[in-house]
């Protein structure tokens, strides 16, 4: 009998996110693919979990497929965990997931702790319909174009931007989308967790007066044409 792949969803920034499924899942499963097997293993320690890890991300993604689907055919249960959130939603996981369905490999989903619907829901926008675009782009010319487009949508665009770039991208919606309502939610579920929103002029401003948005950033857009 083939083993299973769990898919678990691990704490975005609080420990005590970590659900009651996840920790039993984590215990019981013979091997962790993690992201980072570094930070894993912080979780792993604050939790007391003993189960091995083995690395699994984009640069050996290929690599480890095959020792999987191999691990998983001779009926080990192996948990997929990313460095935060919900491993595949912008992070490695997708093809493993694919591959395992294709080869008749159970797998099962453990959710938990979600940066885009934390987010969506305490920024105040329009909850549904909303998209969610991953990483915004890095080029300026197509990051403006994406964010011209989230000023058109019949939703609430989501992305994730890096603390690095969100001010050039406040800046890119200024130029862009000025009347549009735009969200900057930082450092979800941690001490210092913010969610500032409205103008992007009055966004940037505000973070221009603290000198940066630091952490890590959930970026939402809604248009008010609508």
Known sequence: MSGK???????????EDL????????????????????????????????????????????????????????????????????PGVSDPGERLIRECLAHGVPVEVVPGPSAVLHALVASGLKITPFYFGGF???????????????????????????????????????AVIPAATVCVARELTKKFEEVRRGTPAEVLHYFRGEGQAKGEITFLVQSNNR
């Open 5 to 15: 792949l769990y898919v678990v969803a691990t704490p975005i920034g609080n420990l």
């Open 19 to 86: 659900t009651l499924r996840a920790l039993r899942v984590l215990k019981e499963v013979r091997l962790i693919a993690a992201e980072d097997t570094r930070h894993t293993g912080l979780l792993l320690q604050h939790f007391n979990i003993t189960t091995p890890q083995v690395s699994y991300h984009k640069f050996n993604e290929a690599q480890r497929l095959r020792e999987f689907i191999a691990r998983l055919a001779d009926g080990a249960d192996i948990a997929l965990v990313s460095d935060a959130g919900m």
């Open 136 to 174: 915004l782009p890095v080029k300026g010319g197509a990051r403006q174009k994406e964010l011209a487009a989230a000023g058109e949508r019949a939703s609430t665009s989501i992305y994730f931007e890096s603390p690095y770039r969100i001010m050039r991208t406040l800046e890119d919606c200024v």
